[in-house]
């Protein structure tokens, strides 16, 4: 009972979101093409009036140093505002940033909540904690449940923790880790369906996962874990590259109220094999823009080529429109 697990640093990186899902639609759409200035003057008057989406989005740009110099004291305190206002995703990042501070019970409630709804950054860190019992009870099956699903999300300083508690927790309580971490699972898809519901309605489809911005493919489903190695998944047969076609059917691939995110996935998907020969469609719905790959013969080639991005973990779905 005396191994414990150091933290690795974790807002540094690529994990912080650009704005996302504003009210502010002109601070939004300058945000988008890059005019920071502008982006922040635009939130600015409904920041100071309350608005958590804008006080979000301008904690964003503080923090990020866009469009304002950077000033991580001025972005906490919009971050806190945002969470006050019921903004999860302020909520998620203030959390964060308390427990980076070593503002750690602070954080906790932060945490928790966040985790609650499977963000990988909370459980990965709430995990660590339950494993030392730092600012929580020492829990070790709830702590390897909880880093089981960090590291199927991909969280990269998942899998290093994820060896050495290995290394210390016992089979029969990395067993119960496992039917705990599937409730964990399904308790946080549930809680990312209501909190999607509006955005759903607004992006004019019914799959939760294509609603909102920026898109994160689903997580991987957790290795065995009794496997102190897994063994090696077999390779996918490679999926039939499709010829570049004018056919009517698509495959959605998201629902961004950003553009920015659409054509950051649309850069990660393009070169995959399943999508060879398809052409990048931004089709234009309300407030939102749906991202979709267009030019497939027929619906057989399409739930092929969706079925092939949803095995390695994006969500999607045919159409054709």
């Known amino acids: 009972m005396g191994a414990r697990l150091a933290i690795a640093a974790l807002l540094a990186g690529g994990f912080l979101t ?11 759409d300058a945000w988008s093409r890059s005019d920071d200035t502008a982006a922040v003057h635009a939130w600015e008057a409904p920041a100071e009036a309350g608005d958590p989406e804008a006080l979000f989005n301008l904690a964003q740009a503080y923090r990020l140093g866009r469009g304002v110099a950077p000033d991580p004291a001025r972005a906490e305190a ?3 505002r945002a969470a006050s206002g019921g903004h999860l995703e302020a909520a998620d990042t203030y959390g964060l940033m308390l427990f980076e501070q070593g503002r750690h019970a602070q954080a906790m409630p932060y945490l928790r909540d966040a985790a609650r709804r499977g963000d990988p950054r909370a459980q990965y860190l709430l995990g660590i904690a339950h ?5 929580v009870e020492r829990d070790w099956p709830r702590a390897y449940a909880l880093m089981t699903l960090a590291n199927a999300f ?15 927790i016992p089979p029969a309580q990395r067993q119960q880790a496992a039917a705990l971490a599937e409730r964990m699972k399904a308790e946080a898809e549930a809680a990312r369906k209501a909190n999607l519901a509006d955005v759903r309605h607004a992006g004019g489809t019914e799959d939760p996962a294509q609603a909102g911005a920026p ?16 063994a090696p998944r077999p390779a996918e047969p490679s999926p ?28 990660r998907v393009e070169g995959r094999a399943e999508l060879a020969g398809a052409r990048r469609v931004m089709l234009p ?37």
Not at 131 to 135: C, E, L, R
Not at 215 to 230: F, I, N, S, Y
Request: proline share 10%; net charge negative.
């Open 240 to 267: 039939p590259r499709a010829a570049a076609s004018d056919g009517p059917w698509r495959v959605q691939l998201g629902v961004f109220a950003v553009i920015s995110n659409a054509e950051a996935l649309w850069n």
């Open 285 to 321: 719905s309300g407030r939102v823009t749906l991202l979709q790959a267009g030019g497939f013969p027929s619906r057989a080639a399409a739930q092929a080529a969706c079925a092939a991005l949803k095995r390695s973990g994006y969500d999607c779905l045919v159409t054709d429109r």
């Open 18 to 28: 650009p704005p996302a899902l504003a009210d502010v639609k002109e601070g939004t």
């Open 78 to 80: 919009l971050y806190a």
């Open 154 to 168: 991909g969280l990269p300083q998942a899998a290093p923790a994820l060896a050495e508690m290995d290394q210390a």
């Open 215 to 230: 898109h994160v493919p689903a997580p991987r489903a957790a290795e065995p874990l009794a496997a102190a190695e897994p």
């Open 131 to 135: 494993f030392n019992g730092d600012d």
